[in-house]
């Protein structure tokens, strides 16, 4: 069964400090990958996604994230935290175009200043 | 904005009642979504329709069904409700033209079962 795994269901950094957040999935074939941002009492915003290409790829409000075929990981990371990044993130898999996305547990990130 | 309507925002109802959850995609998106968030279970998938035809089925109780209607909004049908049952769901959308664009989701319905 295909599953996402997300270290760290909590976690915590300084503003200004590196943000990482770790995804890994099981699967032998690369799946589409998605990080989601989810505020409180929100719903689930699009923060990056990697489909084919680049292994590294950008997303919005500076986070960037590297797809590791090798390591089956997608982690997360963003240079400098910003008080506005505090939210629950999450990543997921989707493994054909259109079909439904599988979520890791989520990580709540706590942002201290 | 994400373009996802999603009707009521919050619903309180008793346990063994029914309810129903409306659901907006993005215009021209033919794929919608749905999923339940609670505390124990986390984001889990329910049910897909494409172009109203039911295309894959999740962790759907059989309490619950859903469809997909002509103009492409879905409903959500809870029925004989518990108090496990008590989540936030969610609609979200994809697959604009045919081709595959990332999902978007709605704002949710939060659901207290009482």
């Known amino acids: 069964a295909q599953s996402v795994t997300q270290l760290g269901s909590h976690v915590s950094v300084s503003e200004g400090a590196l943000v990482l957040l770790r995804c890994n999935y099981s699967?032998?074939?690369?799946?589409?990958l998605f990080w989601y941002v989810q505020y409180p009492n929100q719903g689930l915003q699009l923060l990056l996604k990697y489909t084919t290409g680049a292994t590294l790829v950008k997303g919005i409000n500076g986070f960037e994230a590297e797809f590791k075929k090798s390591e089956t990981s997608f982690h997360l990371t963003k240079p400098s935290a910003h008080m506005s990044d505090a939210a629950e993130y999450f990543c997921?898999?989707?493994?054909?175009?259109?079909?439904?996305?599988?979520f890791g547990g989520g990580t709540r990130l706590m942002v201290k200043p | 904005d994400s373009g996802v309507t999603q009707t009521p925002k919050h619903l309180i109802t008793a346990t063994g009642q029914r309810v129903t959850l409306r659901c907006s995609p993005r215009?021209?998106?033919?794929?919608v979504y749905w999923y339940q968030q609670s505390l124990d279970q986390g984001l889990q998938f329910l049910i897909q329709y494409y172009n109203g035809e039911e295309r894959a089925k999740g962790n759907i109780l059989e309490r619950f069904s859903a469809q997909q209607f002509p103009d492409l909004h879905s409903e959500l049908n809870l029925s004989s409700l518990e108090l496990g049952d008590s989540a936030l769901y969610f609609c979200?959308?994809?697959?604009?033209?045919?081709?595959?664009?990332?999902?978007?989701f709605g704002q949710g319905t939060r659901l207290t079962v009482v």
């Open positions: 979200a959308s994809s697959v604009q033209g045919g081709e595959f664009t990332e999902a978007f």
């Open positions: 215009s021209g998106d033919l794929s």
């Open positions: 997921a898999v989707m493994y054909n175009a259109g079909n439904m996305l599988t």
């Open positions: 699967s032998s074939v690369p799946p589409y």
